[in-house]
């Protein structure tokens, strides 16, 4: 338990336990210290839980609480954002599953919004998302649909999306077009496939892969783990989060591609503490610790009061699996 504790410079359990957060408590217990605890159900009955749960629409999904500009994307297109926002609180920091009815109703909501091609599609208006569709796959996959047959529809998609060099891109992006005039296409933009990979879609596209048993294996994913590592804290080749400071910009649940995400699922495709890059990353976050144990980056989305506790949690998990 405490070989990858010694790999920072202070133990961070003891603040975690004391945050005040069940949530936390319980998965600090759990994932860190290894306990035998009552079966995560407990979780389902929160407050918060609750709270989110109140606010799903009769259709599965949950209503977009922000303006809506009708010349980017549709209200329905909205709604399907604050789904997967919605979604990812619940399973990834409760971890309600397709037992619970309301997760089954979200899920065959996103399915609805799944093309006969097998992309997720609306978020991009008529465009190939190749960052949402794989990170509602994740999220699918977490609340136990990894053998269903439209997540292998996904797969299936996903990989034939892939650019020459084993990575992808957001296929718009690769073309004239502006993402305004995009949006408002009725036929997706093909990839032009020789153009390089971008680290943000990759990585997105990876974490549908780290999600599932059996696609984490393939040497697709091995071979995209390699590219999207070999970009860390550089800049993104397309114009979306393009900074290289965006590496460092992180989230929880994960949203786009930054160092803890990238590192979580790298962490399941078989890479080692032994690669140069993972411990690049490794050392940054380490260097980021504080003096009470917690991290000192930049918290994106962040109205959950809790959020710098729940990346140390993500930092905690992905230190322990290299160091296991």
Known sequence: MTAWIKKLDLDPINILLSCKNPAIEYFTRRDLLDEQLSAVQVLWKLPMVANILKKQQNNGSWKYPGRIRADIRSRDDYNQIETFRMLGELVEKYELNKEHPQIHKAAEYFFSCQTPEGDFRGIYGNQYATTYSPAIMELLIKTGYENDKRIKKGFDWILSMRQEDGGWVIPLRTSSMNLKEALKDEKPALPDRSKPFSHLATGMVLRAFAAHPKYRESEEAKKAGALMASRFFQPDKYPDRKDKKFWEGVSYPFWFTDIISALDSLSFLGFTRDDFNIQEGLNFLRNRQTDIGLF????????????????????CRVFKRFYH
């Open 296 to 315: 000192n980056l930049k918290l994106l989305r962040g109205k959950d009061k809790d959020l710098k506790y729940w990346i140390c949690l993500a930092i």
